[in-house]
């Protein structure tokens, strides 16, 4: 009944922004966390940001502090990852992960993930 939908790649040139999205529905748990992952060809899965629903809990991977923000529209249970000043290395599928409990960058902690959104940075 979880589930979880991606949307808003695409492909944009080095510099350029772009804001991915998750759509989160069939749980209502008092607290979770949402996390954003990432997989590009030939690497492992890495953490790049999460939130917690009462916002308790925000992190983001070295890489990307500066240049991504996370936020939450509690509204539409939706959470956006605004990603700026997009380089070559962010190239990669970007997973939405949900669990129960507080917002983690380690990708075994999370039970449902979506089907994930392409995000491409290419001149």
């Known amino acids: 009944q979880v589930q979880l939908v991606e949307s808003g790649g695409g492909l944009v040139q080095p510099g350029e922004s772009l804001t991915i999205s998750c759509a989160a529905s069939g749980f209502t748990w008092d607290y979770y966390g949402i996390g954003w992952f990432r997989q590009a060809p030939g690497k492992e899965r890495e953490g790049v940001s999460c939130?917690?629903?009462?916002?308790?809990?925000?992190y983001y991977t070295k890489s990307v502090q500066g240049r991504f923000t996370i936020s939450r529209d509690k509204a539409k249970n939706t959470v956006y990852l605004q990603m700026n000043d997009l380089k070559p290395e962010d190239t990669a599928v970007y997973y939405c992960a949900l669990r129960r409990g507080t917002a983690t960058l380690l990708a075994s902690d999370y039970n449902y993930w979506g089907q994930g959104t392409q995000v491409t940075v290419s001149s």
């Open positions: 939130i917690a629903n009462t916002d308790s809990a925000i």
